[in-house]
C-alpha cells in the first residue's frame, strides 16, 4: 500500500521546519505534525498586552552570505523571506574586576582588543585565534562539504584534522593550549551560559563554531521576533507542496518486523509512512515507539545520557525607553556576574533554587528593543532576564510550591535588575517568568532542556553525539538532540547534516 507521505516530521520546531523545508524542495512529501498551537519551538513569539516577546532568541550566528548557517537559509528557501538586525556589540561582560564591551568589529580587532588588555599574553592570543580559525574553517567545510557523509568521516584525518586533535577537548583545555592566564580565559569563554555548561566542561568540537562565527560575523535578531524565522520556514514547506499542521499531537509511532510504517496523530488519525523523523526529546520519540522496539545497548546509552540545563526567563516589559536607566542603544546581551569563577557560578545553578545567591551567580540580560524597537510600543522597551538553572529541581513540584519558588526566584533576579539599574521596578508594565517546567509544557523537552543533551566530551562531536538514525529502520532524530547541538544555528544545520546524510538526490 503506498504511504501517505513520503516523511511525517515530529515536532514543529527550526529542526523539524528546516529539514521538511529541504525534503519538500526536493519534491518529496512530507508532513509536519507540531502539537502547539503555533510551530517554532523555543524559537516562537508571545504576545503581553501590546509587547512582543521573542521566548529564547539571544543571537543568530553567521547570518551573513557564504557562511555555513546563511546557506541552510538559502536552501530552505527562506535567506531573502526574514530580515535579520545586526547587534552592534556581541556581548558586554560586567564583574567586580570591571567592564568589558565586545564590539561588532571582526576578528583582528577583538584580538587587538584583548592584546592591549593582557599584553604580555599577545602572541599566544594570537596563536590561539590561529588555531581556532583553523578549527571553524575545517568543520565549517565538513559541514558544507557536497560528499557523502562515510566519505567524509573516512576522509577526516587528512582533510579536516582539527576536528580530532581537538575532539576531546573541553573549551578550558583548549584554551590552556595557548594560555595560563585565568581572567583571560574566563573573558574569552564569557558567553559560556549561552550553552549550558562551563569551559571546564563545554566541550570544544561544539563550542568552536558559534565562538568564532559570533566574533567573525556578529550576533543578529530577527525582525519581528523568532516566530517571523519559523512562520517562513513553514511557509517554505508549504510552497513546495509540502503540509504543516499545528495542535497535532502524535500518540504512537507505528513499526512492523523492525520497520516504521506509520504513526498516529490524536486528531487526524493514522498516518502511512516509511520515514518518521523526530524533532522532539529522544526519551519522547521512544516512549511513542515503544522501548520494546529498541534493543537493551541502545535503551542503556539513553537512559544514561545527561540533558543541558534549563533556564528560568523573566520577559519584562518597561512603560519607558531603555536610556531611562543610562543603557545605550548599543548594548544588547549584558553578563553579570560578580566573579569571573564559572565553575563556581555553575554549581550554585545546578543547586535547589533556595540556595542561588545571585550575588555570586551570573545571569544575564537581552535588551530586545535596542535592535527590534517594534517589539514594543514608541516610547516603551522590552527587556529578558535569564538564569541558567536545573531542570529537576522544578518537574515533581506540587501547584503552591511550584508558584512559591517562582515568585522567589523573580524577585530574588528583580532585586538584582533593580541593583544594577535602580528605580526600573517602579516602571514595569508587563512581567511575565517562565521556568523549567514552563519549558516542559511547551516543548516537551526532558528536564525542560534548552540545548538538548548537555555538550560533554562524551556527549558532543560528530562521533558521541547521540545519532540522527534510531536502531529502528526509518526512524531518525533532528534538532537541538543530536549533532551538532543546540541553539537556532544549530537545529538548522542539524537538518542539512541529516538531509545529507540519509536523504539524498
Known sequence: MKPDYDSVIIGGGLGGLATAALLSR??????????????????????????????????MNGMTPGTPSYRCLQDCGIADKVTFLPQKTVYRLV????????????????????????????????????????????????????????????????????????????????????????????????????????????????????????????GYSVKGGSQSLSDALAESVRAAGGSVETSRSVIQ???????????????????????????????????????????????NKLDNMKPAMSAFQIYIGLDCPLSTFGIGPDEYSVFFCDGLSSSSQFQQMCSAPEQIDFHDTGWFLNLFTNVDPGLAPAGKSTIGIIALVSGKHWQQLGKEQYQARKAAMTDALLAQLEQRFPGIRSHIEVLEAGTPKTMTTYTGNYMGSINGFAQ????????????????????????????????????????????????RR
Request: hydrophobic residues 35%; contains cysteine.
Open 26 to 59: 526536493q519534491g518529496r512529501r512530507v508532513l509536519v505534525l507540531e502539537r502547539y498551537k503555533q510551530v517554532g519551538g523555543y524559537a516562537t513569539n508571545f504576545q503581553r498586552g501590546d509587547f512582543t516577546f521573542d521566548v529564547s532568541l539571544h543571537a
Open 95 to 218: 564583574t567586580r574586576q570591571g567592564d568589558l564591551i565586545v564590539r561588532h568589529e571582526g576578528i583582528d580587532a577583538y584580538q587587538q582588543f584583548l592584546c592591549e588588555r593582557y599584553p604580555q599574553e599577545a602572541e599566544n592570543i594570537r596563536q590561539l585565534f590561529s588555531a581556532a580559525g583553523k578549527m571553524y574553517q575545517q568543520l565549517s567545510a565538513f559541514v558544507q562539504s557536497p560528499d557523502p557523509f562515510w566519505w567524509k568521516v573516512l576522509s577526516t584525518p587528512l582533510r579536516f584534522p582539527r576536528l580530532m586533535r581537538y575532539d576531546t577537548d573541553t573549551v578550558d583545555q583548549f584554551f590552556s593550549r595557548f594560555t595560563r592566564h585565568p581572567e583571560l580565559k574566563e573573558v574569552l569563554a564569557a558567553q559560556w551560559p549561552y550553552y549550558g555548561l562551563p569551559p571546564e566542561q563545554l566541550a570544544y568540537s561544539y563550542f568552536s563554531y558559534p565562538f568564532f562565527d559570533y566574533l567573525a560575523h556578529g
Open 253 to 299: 509511532i507505528h513499526h512492523h518486523n523492525g520497520q516504521v510504517t506509520g504513526l498516529t496523530s490524536k486528531k487526524i488519525g493514522d498516518i502511512r509512512t516509511q520515514h518518521v523523523i523526530s524533532n522532539i526529546s529522544p526519551q519522547a520519540t521512544v516512549q511513542l515507539a515503544g522501548r520494546e522496539a529498541f534493543p537493551a545497548s541502545f535503551l
Open 456 to 503: 560533554t566530551t562524551d556527549q558532543a562531536g560528530v562521533w558521541r553525539r547521540f545519532p540522527m538514525r534510531y536502531p529502528l529502520k526509518g526512524l531518525y532524530q533532528v534538532g537541538a538532540w543530536t549533532f551538532p547541538g543546540g541553539g537556532y544555528v544549530g537545529a538548522m544545520l542539524s537538518a542539512r547534516m541529516l538531509v545529507d546524510r540519509y536523504f
